[in-house]
């Protein structure tokens, strides 16, 4: 049977949010930069914990300010020293136990392909927001039509995946992550298995609800060691 394991990447696979970063990094000058900080991390924390919709939340916390794209470039760079504990060597365990690795991700996949290339993961894994620039790198806008633009959490991902693997009605799939967005493709039957991770955050609603939860590296390898 094919074994595919799909990682979120804010606050599981790294220790950050990536858009959280990008608007700080955006922000950095801003003479209310703190105030507008705050006010980010409580847009992501409402939409992790399920309070608003992930659609809106993303809008929202993009019309904080201008971002260019050496900014969502600059944070993947960053990231790849923030990788959560343990996971390098997860990452490594996993290719050989011919688990197939990808990433599954709200945040934008221009921040997330460096830390994807450091773990192995090729790029075509990568499944995460695409923004549009102007010919300065203003952000002018986010790709309506991404499969990964939705209210649906991380489902038509997973159902898309599931659908372009050979063998597909073989296959196993594990989702893991800590936001309600990945709760939410295990509560509409799009996994075979989810476990909630709580190793850099842990929201109470995916602490509660998750059939397994995780707060490190080596408690979820041994999850999926049980699979």
Not at 77 to 82: H, Q, R, S, V
Not at 103 to 128: C, E
Not at 202 to 225: C, G, H, M, W, Y
Request: glycine share 8%.
């Amino acid at each position: 049977m094919k074994k595919i394991l799909c990682f979120d990447f804010d606050s599981t696979v790294v220790t950050k949010e990536s858009l959280d970063e990008v608007l700080t990094l955006a922000l950095e000058t801003h003479p209310d930069k703190d105030n507008l900080v705050k006010s980010v991390e409580g847009i992501t924390n409402q939409g992790m914990n399920g309070a608003i919709d992930f659609c809106e939340s993303l809008k929202l916390r993009l019309e904080t300010c201008p971002v260019y794209k050496h900014h969502f470039e600059q944070v993947g760079a960053n990231l790849c020293e923030e990788v959560t504990t343990g996971f390098e060597t997860l990452f490594s365990w996993l290719r050989s136990e011919d688990w197939e690795i990808f990433v599954v991700s709200g945040g934008f996949r221009l921040s997330i392909l460096p830390v994807a290339a450091k773990l192995g993961v090729p790029a075509t894994h990568v499944f995460a927001q695409e923004a549009f620039f102007d010919d300065s790198g203003l952000c002018i806008g986010i790709d309506e039509e991404n499969i990964l633009f939705t209210d649906e959490g991380k489902g038509p991902v997973v159902e898309y995946i599931r659908s372009t693997t050979s063998g597909a009605d073989a296959c196993e799939i594990v989702l893991v992550g800590d936001g309600s967005n990945d709760l939410k493709a295990y509560e509409l039957g799009k996994v075979d298995h989810f476990i909630g991770f709580g190793g850099n955050v842990v929201r109470e609603k995916v602490r509660q609800e998750s059939p397994n939860f995780a707060l490190s590296a080596i408690e979820l390898k041994d999850f999926i060691t049980q699979i």
